[in-house]
């Protein structure tokens, strides 16, 4: 099962999991957000969590980090089953940083909805229509969500918590036509920030992602002139923020 640790200096959170694990998250992620012709008006936080699909990708072929987890097994259950096994399983290991990993749990309950809808043509009781309360995408997907919510509700105040989580479950919040590019921008900014003020500053972030502000709406007029000047898409314009070459996770 998957489970989500926080970095030791809380620049973003640690993803782990034994390869079938990852291996059903990543499929599942795809699943979720469909194909690249479908959800059109989503397509630009598609890539954000294709970006997390894309390390979990990595990982599975032994490009990212793994560590080893007691399984249970001791000798004396060795002897008893007359077997001989590993005391420790090979987990797998991405590291995401929090702004990133908290806009694509955001952004998940509006993908989750559209899938939702795509399998049942239902708006209202979709989620509890007997064509998708089982859907093995669907519950994957959500379970993750979870248990990123309770990493986060781990290092934040109680009160931090609450107003992180009122905006993240605001069913008002929309991602269609996201600048994606906002994203680096906050990014950066949290890993300049030090292990203290990370672990503040998370709430603001949130707020920041949501909230469509000014420095959102600067960054969206950078993009699409630069988009107008090139002659392509705003997609394929990047950020205009570098990342370090090493974080401090």
């Known amino acids: 099962m998957i489970y989500i640790e926080h ?11 034994d390869y079938m694990d990852l291996d059903h998250l990543y499929k599942s992620l795809h699943e979720v957000v469909g194909d690249e012709d479908e959800f059109i008006d989503l397509s630009s936080a598609r890539l954000r969590v294709l970006g997390v699909c894309y390390d979990l990708r990595h990982a599975l072929m032994g490009d990212r980090e ?3 987890v007691d399984n249970g097994m001791d000798r ?6 007359s077997v001989m096994t590993p005391e420790k399983n090979v987990y797998y290991k991405v590291n995401v940083l929090w702004p990133e990993i908290l806009f694509v749990t955001m952004v998940l309950n509006q993908f989750a909805r559209r899938y939702a809808y795509k399998k049942t043509k239902k708006n209202f009781d979709a989620f509890t229509s007997k064509e998708i309360i089982w859907d ?7 379970i993750f969500q979870s248990t990123i919510a309770s990493c986060l509700k781990a290092i934040v105040t109680p009160a931090s918590y609450n107003r992180i989580m009122t905006i993240m479950k605001n069913d008002y919040t929309s991602f269609t036509s996201y600048t994606w590019q906002y994203l680096d921008v906050l990014n950066c900014k949290f890993i300049a920030m030090n ?13 920041r992602m949501t909230e469509y502000g000014d420095e959102y ?3 969206k007029r950078q993009v699409h ?18 990342y370090p070459e090493t974080i401090d996770w």
């Open 76 to 81: 004396e259950k060795m002897k008893g089953l």
């Open 217 to 219: 709406k600067r960054i």
């Open 7 to 17: 970095t030791p200096n809380y620049a973003g959170v640690a993803i782990c999991g």
């Open 66 to 68: 793994i560590k080893f």
């Open 136 to 142: 093995d995408s669907l519950a994957c997907v959500r």
């Open 225 to 242: 002139a630069a988009a107008k000047e090139f002659g392509t898409h705003v997609d394929h314009i990047q950020a205009p923020v570098e």
């Open 195 to 207: 292990t203290e003020k990370r672990v503040k500053q998370l709430s603001v972030m949130v707020k």
